[in-house]
Structure formats: C-alpha cells, structure tokens
C-alpha cells in the first residue's frame, strides 16, 4: 500500500542524500518526497510517498530512518486521521475557442490561471492526489503541453479518532 | 628585548592553534593510544602535527591494511580503533574495511584528508566524494568546515561510534581546514537530539521473557556479537545457568559463552554444530541475544525457529523483527537487559528433558572429520593450535573454509579472542587484524589464521612485522586454492573448478625472509607443533605454511535456501 512517511530531520547539507540513499540501499522506491522548514529553522521536515507491500517492511524503513543520527523523528502517517496537500501546475493548450470552456471546467476544482498565452493557459490547483490526477484527466483531450507537482506533504490532524487501528512502535 | 618579544609571540601562538594541532588535542582528549595509517599530500599538515606529538602511529603498507589492523585493535580492547589516511586513493583503499565494520558493529573512528576547501568539488588531484561514497558505510560522517568545529565533531564521532550499536564514523578534513588556526575551547558536551540509544529495557517485556520462560519446555539461547559489545559474558552464563537454557552463539558470538560449559551448544548456522541448529529448530522459546538472524545463520527462513516463540533482546530496534517475526522484542543493551532478567528472575522452568536431548545429540553428532595420518588435516591444525597456545590465544581470519574450521576446531574458552569477518566475508582481513589485535594486547600470543589465497591479499603487511618485530604467527592453511570457493564448485556445479585452483603460489618461507622474518613449512602434526612452540617461545614474528589436505571440505553443511534441519555431512 502507499504509505506516507514524515521524518523530522536536522537543516544540513547531506541529510536527503543520507535519507534517500538508505531507501535505495533498502530497496524501496520513492514515489514522491517534499522537503521543506519548518518552524524551527534548524529543522526542516521531510514528507514521503512510498509503495510497501507489508506493515513489516514498513516498521523496517521507520526504524531504519530513526536510526540516521541526524534525523531526530519519524512517523508513518498512513493510518493517522491526517490532512495531506499537493500542488500541481498545468500547461494547457487553448484556442480561442477552448479557453472559456477550460476556465469553466476546472472552476469546481478550485484551480486559478496564472499565467496565459495565446496558445495555452497555466494552471494552477492544491488538494489531495487524486483530484490532481481528476483534473488532468479532464483536461487531457486538450492537450497538455507540461505537468510540475510538488508531491505530497501532510500534517497529522489535532484530533485523532480513537477507533483508528494506530500502529505503535512502542518497543523503543 | 628580543627574548620578550619571542615569549608574546608564543603566547598569541597558544591561545590559536591549527585544525591539525586540534586533531592531535581531540585524540588526546579521547585517550586515543594508537593510530593506524598511511600518509598522503592532503594530510601533510596532520601528520606534521603528528610528528610533532608524541602520539603512537603504526605505518602499515597500505590503507586497507591500516583499517583492518584498527578493527582488530577494537575488537580486542573494545576501545574505537583510529584510522588515518590521506584523499582520493587513500580514502577509497578504505572502503573495504568501512563497510566490513560497519556490518560487523566494529567501533571505528576514521579520518580521511581531503582537497582544500576551494577546490572541493573541481575534480582536483586525489579527490573523492568519501562522505558521499562512505554514507550507506557509516554509522555517521562528517566533513569538517572549519578548524574551530573540529573538537567537537572529533567528540560526537567517538561517541558515535563506541556506544549504542557500535560502527564506524568518518571525519573528513580538507587540507586547508587543517591549516587555518582556531582558539581553543572546551567541548561544553555532546548534544545530539536524534541519537539516543536505548540502553535499558522495557520492564514489561523483561516481565513477559520471564513469563515465556515458564511457559516454556524447549528454551535455547542464541548469542551474537552483542554480547562482546557489550562486556555481559559473566551476566549471560549467570542467566543459561539459572534456568538451565542450551546456549547456542552465531559465528561472531564466538568466545561469549564458554565453549566447553556443558550448556555450550557451539555455533550454529551453515557450518554449525548438530545440537546447535536442530535446538534452533525444534525449540518453543528462542532467545535472540545480541544477534541478527543473518541468512547465514537462518538457513531457509521457512525452516527457522518455526515452533517457537521468539524473544528478541538487542541495542539496535531496527534489527527486531527485520527477519525473523519477533513476540517479545526488547530493546536494550545485552548487559543491562541480561542483569534485568537476573534481578527479576523466579521460579524456574523444568527444561532438563530438552537439555538431556540436546546433550545427547552434542555427544552422537560431535563435529569430526576423516583422520588420515599421512596428511596434514585443517581440522587437527586448528585443534593443534588450540592444544599448543592452551587456547589462550588470540586467532584472526579472513573468510572462508580456514575460517569456519577455527570457528570449530579451536575451541573459544574466553570472549575477545576470536576476531573474524563475518558479516562482509572479506579476505586478506586477518592478518592486519592481528597486528591490530597485537598492538591493542601485547600480552597476549596473537596468531592469523589465514587461507592462502587470502593471505596474497594483504602479505605486505609482513613489513608491519619486520618493523616494529611484532610477534604475531601467521599461518597458513595452504590447500592450494580458494578453498571455499572450490568447495561449492564442487558441490553445486559438478566439479567445474573455475578459476579457484592456485597451483602457482610463492614461496611463503622465502616472502617472510625477504621481510627478515623467520618461517618454516609444516607438512606434519608434529612439524607444526614444533613449529608452533618454537615461534611462541621465540618472542618473534612467524609465518607457518601448514600444507593441508588440498580437497578437504567444511562439513556439516546446509545447502543454501535449506532449513537448519536439512544438515549434510552430519556424521556420528
């Protein structure tokens, strides 16, 4: 299943290729990773989409991550109540024809123009994965010059539902 | 006035100091007794420093020497082993040793030279990437940026490396940062948020191993290098023998529990003892201690410990449950969990049915061998060592069928005796790991135990012995070949030796002689016994070349993809 993984990590050069380095070497396959700061600028935090197959490989790559001396926290989202965004720009091809038409389709996906030519429109929407991928779908038949996304990045929620099956690590 | 003047300019000199003097304080502070190394043009300005100081630095004759030496030095004194080299090519010939380290929790501290700064990046004369070629190798790595973070990068790295799950930690230092100068200031401390070990265990799971000791009829103890680690010999055969519980020990748990303690079921794995692999196969409670269920050990996955509860005691969380589904994982240092479950311990399980059994076994199924009195066999070599040093000694090996017969044949009655590489499998590891081991316990008689194609790897370190007359004994176990390698050639690709006969070899005698070293070849029993008393006695290096049964192989044997039940070579 896909699993989203967010690591707490120290703001120094070197700890993406420590990080990424161990997925290679471990085998798992990144489908996407966001860094960025934090609240503290001394950390930055790392968010990434992984395919695993079982909840022990997954315990494995958690507890491979952790062991980095320079990553101070990790968590599995996958199974927390949680709320996760992406952002994608679009290049799409337009006619004077199509251009209000396309306006109009990706009105209720909350996606705004940001830039337009007169051969295309650059758009611009956030949300989860798979409206993004709703959108472009959509937007295909008319011709898609260029796609850019983020991936994901994703913050547990305040609260979480106790019935939720959480996976605690608590041997450590 | 001049003399005045030349007192000012000193003591503006001692309050500012150079990145390579800070190296030299750092290992000082560290109480570093000896480095391994090999000097270079990026670490010219250490090594300056180094002359100057009065620090004990062995040269050895290459780099991959150098490292392997300081593994055997941590092995036996448990201190981290401290390795020098220089950029490019001298960081690189390290890389063998760091990933064997790293594999087998070897406490390292190792530091490379690297480029200038303003170079960095350039492709400039001897320069690596070693930080980026090293990080899936260490535990951790630096590169130091300024002469002032030197200290105290130089204490987290010591830190780093000699305690949790031990291993090696890289410093790399531009030439330039060795150069510049820097105040010197105490280390407030180590403060490092995203590394802290876990050393005691959680009492609940210590309550819940003693609960399945109860439960339990078939117990076996299974004991790994942690136990080294983490100095808990006495505390482990205080816990085998309170509730009675057979104690088998993978290859580098060699030596932690004494091998002729009547609960001593020898080693297990593809080359372990009858007892040994079927208690790991027909026990209800196993107990993991300080070890990693590697392949070489399980056998067939589908075959290991499947009617057992496993109960998983080791320092580093990631290893439970990596290979084997763990019921009771606990989290802790051997040492401390070991004396945890001797405080807490109750009543007692009644396992002697099980131990009777598994004794029995160790008496109808021993490790033996077809003796022929006209050759030398590798078997008796090893027994004969162990006969002639009182098996006081310390042994060192490469990888291979030399290997796995010391692992049998010589008996390990105290712990740190044994260095070996297990995890990485390297050859030409054992001899420089005995001049390491040597340097680190002089006391002690020190013999390498080496194959003959393993020993071409790494001979020039035979200049180590002739220059500080180290009196380590290397023998050689010379069948003429890679004699593992010939093994499964014969075995599993009917005989087809490709590439794994060394008919053409020196002449060992004649190689120690070049270096002034004395040697004799031994075709008997009784010649290496003889041999063996002389070179112990003589106070000197040694190189024994023991010609032994060329086409002799390494039995028992499990067939890999194999459950440990599915033993061949078995004999009674």
């Keep these: ?172 | 006035m001049k003399a005045s003047w030349v007192a000012e300019k000193k003591s503006v000199e001692t309050s500012l100091v150079s990145g390579a003097e800070l190296f030299i304080q750092g290992l000082q502070d560290e109480k570093v007794e000896v480095l391994f190394g090999y000097p270079g043009g990026a670490v010219l300005p250490i090594y300056d420093a180094l002359y100057k100081s009065e620090m004990k630095h062995v040269l050895t004759r290459h780099e991959q020497g150098a490292i392997h030496a300081a593994q055997g030095y941590a092995r036996v004194t448990g201190k981290p082993g401290v390795v020098l080299a220089t950029s490019g090519p001298g960081a690189t010939n390290l890389v063998t040793g760091i990933a064997d380290a790293m594999i087998d929790s070897i406490p390292l501290v190792i530091f490379t030279g690297q480029v200038a700064t303003t170079v960095i990046g350039t492709d400039a004369f001897q320069e690596a990437d070693i930080v980026g070629i090293t990080m899936p190798i260490t535990k951790h790595n630096y590169q130091v940026q300024r002469a002032e973070d030197l200290p105290r990068i130089m204490k987290e790295a010591f830190h780093i490396a000699n305690t949790g799950r031990k291993g090696p930690v890289l410093i790399d230092i531009p030439k330039d940062v060795a150069v510049k100068t820097a105040e010197v200031k105490e280390v407030a401390g180590i403060h490092l948020p995203g590394y802290q070990p876990t050393l005691k265990p959680n009492i609940l799971q210590v309550k819940r191993l003693n609960e399945a000791l109860l439960q339990a009829k078939r117990p076996v103890l299974l004991t790994g290098a942690g136990v080294l680690a983490a100095g808990a010999e006495k505390e482990l055969v205080a816990f085998a023998e309170y509730h009675q519980i057979p104690v088998a020990q993978t290859l580098l748990g060699l030596g932690g529990f004494p091998a002729e303690h009547p609960l001593c079921l020898g080693m297990a794995g593809m080359h372990g003892t009858y007892a040994s692999n079927m208690a790991l196969y027909d026990c209800d409670l196993l107990i993991g201690v300080g070890a990693r269920f590697d392949d070489r050990l399980t056998g067939n996955l589908d075959h290991f410990a499947k009617k057992a509860v496993v109960a998983h005691i080791d320092i580093d969380p990631a290893e439970i449950g990596k290979n084997v589904p763990t019921e009771i994982p606990i989290v802790g240092c051997a040492k401390e969990t070991l004396s945890a479950l001797n405080q807490t311990r109750g009543n007692k399980g009644d396992y002697n049915e099980w131990v009777i059994q598994l004794t029995k076994h160790k008496t109808e199924f021993p490790l033996t061998y077809k003796t022929d009195e006209s050759e030398l066999k590798p078997q008796k070599l090893m027994q004969v060592l162990h006969e002639v040093t009182k098996g006081e000694a310390i042994v060192a090996t490469d990888v291979g069928q030399h290997q796995m017969w010391a692992a049998q044949y010589y008996t390990f009655l105290e712990s740190n005796r044994w260095i070996t590489s297990g995890g990485l499998g390297t050859m030409g590891f054992g001899f420089p790991a005995a001049i390491g081991a040597k340097v680190g316990k002089p006391e002690l008689p020190v013999i390498a135990v080496v194959g003959d194609g393993g020993f071409q790897m790494t001979l020039q370190e035979l200049g180590v012995l002739q220059d500080w007359e180290l009196p380590v004994i290397v023998v050689i176990v010379n069948n003429k070949s890679l004699g593992m390698v010939r093994q499964w050639q014969e075995i599993f690709y009917e005989k087809r030796f490709s590439h794994s006969l060394l008919d053409i070899q020196p002449d060992f005698i004649k190689l120690a002689s070049a270096y002034g070293i004395d040697g004799k070849r031994a075709e008997t029993e009784k010649d290496v016994r003889e041999a063996l008393t002389f070179a112990l006695a003589s106070k000197k290096p040694f190189v024994l070349d023991c010609v032994v049964t060329a086409d002799e192989n390494v039995y028992p044997m499990i067939a890999p993809g194999k459950g440990l039940h599915e033993m061949i070579g078995v004999r009674g």
């Design chain 1, 1 to 172: 299943m896909r699993r989203i993984i967010s690591a707490t990590v120290l703001n120094e050069s070197g700890v993406l290729n420590r990080l990424t380095g161990l997925l290679t070497k471990r085998q798992f396959n990144i489908e996407n990773i966001t860094v960025g700061h934090t609240e503290d600028p001394a950390v930055s935090k790392v968010t990434l989409t992984v395919w695993v197959e079982d909840d022990c490989k997954a315990e494995q790559l958690v507890k491979q991550l952790h062991k980095q001396i320079n990553i101070l926290k990790v968590r599995d989202l996958t199974n927390m109540a949680l709320v996760s965004r992406e952002l994608a720009l679009i290049k799409v091809l337009t006619t004077p024809d199509t251009r209000s038409e396309i306006k109009m389709l990706i009105e209720p996906f909350r996606a705004t123009v940001l830039d337009v030519s007169l051969e295309n429109v650059t758009l611009e929407v956030t949300g989860d994965g798979e409206k993004i991928d709703a959108l472009i779908e959509l937007l295909r038949p008319y011709g898609i010059k260029e796609i850019s996304r983020t991936g994901v990045t994703a913050i547990p929620r305040g609260t979480q539902k106790k019935v939720l099956e959480l996976h605690p690590y608590s041997i450590m």
